[in-house]
């Protein structure tokens, strides 16, 4: 007979060995979900920066570092930086300001250079993933957006408690905007300190603006007038233009500008920005127009090599605005342009973005990963533009209730998420793809021919869009119809207004419900289960609308689906132009 206390022994090493295999067996789902959770979070991706090039010394010095800050744009940084990293060339060389804070539906990180950095890469490592790029090809060559390159340069600030006579170095800061810009040189950059606002009219410059430009940087050292680190400096004004060049003989290109709030209360063809060299570089730029009308746009630029990047756009034009005011407006001969990131809506006047050139057409244009809502005429408009001597290409737009009119009151114009057109005739097909696109079109305009989703009236590729109609107006504007779709167009998804369009260069369209997630309020990405997932076609972009590698294949839209992943917040800016978006 055995001794009952090796029962009870026998008994209790049972029990534990069920309990440690069960411990053990849940730790391993645990990991098991921590993996497919660190799965489920995309790799952080760098879109832009502000500058791109900047000194490692000479500016305020703080902790040991004095050289240029630099805003770095993207998203999945996290909330706060915890044990994430980021380097430039490799070396941990650059103080962290701050880390991952909110711009529109993406982030932001802010470093100042230290002096031992060198030229190279800024790499940002989060949860031990390293950052990609939104790589795009212009101008002949790509452009990576974590480049920076170190180099000589002033560095100079405007503060509240400057002076005009001081020298302009921090500490010693100027006091006012317009002589700041009139005293720096090619390779200077400026910080633009909290509370400092402006409205008067440029007194050294005047050109009835509150900061005219008058010199120039050069391609490898522009001049940059910036936003300090948490500052939104203001220019609020009833002057017709906020910072321009004026049109005289000269030269007066090759700028950076980001950070700023403008506000024009002017009536007669305001402008918040207006320039005509080209060269210019507009980043996380707050602007809006309330009065505007005539024959221009609240930011109005010409000349080539042109890059617009993370705007936030509202409020522009009057219900009695002419059909030629925009929000955005290209023109002028410009070839080479870059339009991304930003957020353009409450557009009271017509476009919300425009290409225009009288008798000449543009090449070289991208614009991708816009959102776009609430506009009078079309979301993009590409009215005269040309394939032929270079991409014309929009890709992962977000556009919703857009071209929804009425009419302005000097005639009718176009109502699409997307209107492309030219003065000549080109061969080379426009590249339209990865775009979604919900309610264009305006029921009531006397002239529905140039109403509905797109309107395509030159050769053009279109892949991989979502059209969602819900609106009674067609996929494709009824004038041009399917006459300039391209042999290629293939895997659209068309739904809401019937089936899809029968166009002979057309294959592979969906009409399924793409389950979006709301088209109320709206909501646009998809749902688990939308048959929009993994219906793309190739080629597609690496990176969606929020910046998620795509899958392969990829979903159909601006959207690719992540589970578990939570989008950022729409912006949602104030309407009231007194009040300033930080």
């Not at 614009?367 to 506009?375: A, F, Q, R």
């Not at 426009?430 to 797109?454: I, K």
Request: charge should be negative.
């Amino acid at each position: 007979m055995r001794d009952p206390k090796s029962k009870i022994t026998a008994r209790m090493a049972s029990f534990l060995s069920v309990r440690i295999w069960s411990i053990l067996f849940l730790m391993a789902l645990s990991l098991v979900g921590a993996s497919a959770a660190s799965a489920q979070s995309p790799q952080p991706v760098i879109f832009f920066t502000d500058i791109q090039s900047g000194p490692n010394s000479g500016g305020e010095t703080v902790s040991g570092f004095a050289g240029a800050y630099v805003a770095i744009y993207g998203n999945f940084f996290g909330s706060s930086q915890g044990s994430s990293t980021i380097t430039l060339n490799g070396a941990n060389c650059l103080r962290v300001v701050s880390w991952g804070s909110a711009w529109l539906w993406y982030q932001k990180i802010v470093v100042q250079l230290g002096s031992s950095c060198a030229s190279g890469n800024f790499s940002i490592s989060v949860g031990g993933q390293a950052s990609t790029n939104a790589i795009i090809t212009i101008n002949g060559g790509t452009i990576n957006p974590s480049k920076f390159t170190v180099r000589s340069g002033n560095i100079r600030c405007v503060s509240t408690s400057g002076s005009d006579s001081n020298s302009g170095a921090f500490p010693s800061c100027w006091s006012t905007l317009p002589k700041a810009v009139h005293a720096v040189a090619a390779g200077d950059t400026i910080y633009v300190e909290s509370g400092v606002t402006a409205s008067g009219q440029d007194p050294i410059a005047s050109f009835n603006a509150v900061v005219a430009i008058t010199s120039a940087g050069t391609s490898t050292s522009p001049i940059a007038l910036l936003a300090y680190p948490g500052a939104t400096p203001v220019i609020n004004t009833s002057q017709q233009y906020g910072i321009r060049t004026p049109q005289i003989s000269g030269t007066f290109n090759n700028w950076v500008i980001a950070g700023f709030s403008i506000t024009t209360t002017a009536s007669d063809n305001p402008e918040a920005f207006n320039f005509f060299q080209g060269n210019f570089r507009l980043v996380a730029n707050t602007f809006s127009c309330p009065n505007g009308t005539g024959q221009s746009a609240c930011a109005e630029i010409g000349g080539n090599l042109n890059f617009m990047y993370g705007s936030n756009v509202n409020n522009v034009g009057t219900s009695n605005s002419d059909k030629t005011y925009h929000a955005i407006y290209f023109s002028e001969q410009n070839d080479h342009t870059e339009v991304g990131w930003n957020s353009v809506q409450n557009v009271r006047g017509c476009r919300g973005i425009q290409f225009f050139q009288s008798g000449f057409d543009s090449t070289d244009l991208h614009v991708h990963d816009n959102l776009i809502h609430d506009i009078k005429c079309d979301a993009i408009n590409f009215a005269t533009v040309n394939p032929d001597g270079g991409t014309v290409e929009a890709y992962n737009n977000v556009m919703y209730n857009v071209g929804k009119g009425p009419d302005p009151h000097d005639g009718s114009a176009n109502y699409a998420c997307i209107n492309i057109e030219a003065n000549n005739n080109h061969t080379t097909p426009a590249q339209l793809y990865n775009n979604t696109c919900l309610n264009g079109g305006d029921p009531t305009t006397a002239d529905p021919s140039d109403s509905g989703g797109y309107t395509v009236a030159i050769p053009s590729v279109l892949r991989n869009n979502l059209v969602y109609q819900t609106n009674g107006q067609p996929y494709l504007g009824p004038g041009p119809g399917c006459g300039h779709i391209s042999s290629g167009s293939k895997n659209n998804a068309f739904f809401g207004n019937g089936g899809a369009p029968s166009c002979s260069g057309m294959s592979g369209s969906l009409t399924a419900n793409p389950l979006v997630v709301s088209t109320s309020t709206p909501d646009l990405h998809l749902q688990s289960g939308s048959p929009m997932i993994g219906a793309a076609s190739t080629p597609a972009p690496a990176l969606d609308f929020e910046g998620k590698v795509r899958t392969n294949p990829g979903a159909v839209g601006a959207y690719e689906f992540s589970a578990g992943v939570a989008a950022n917040p729409k912006p949602n800016p104030p309407t009231s132009p007194s009040l300033v978006v930080h």
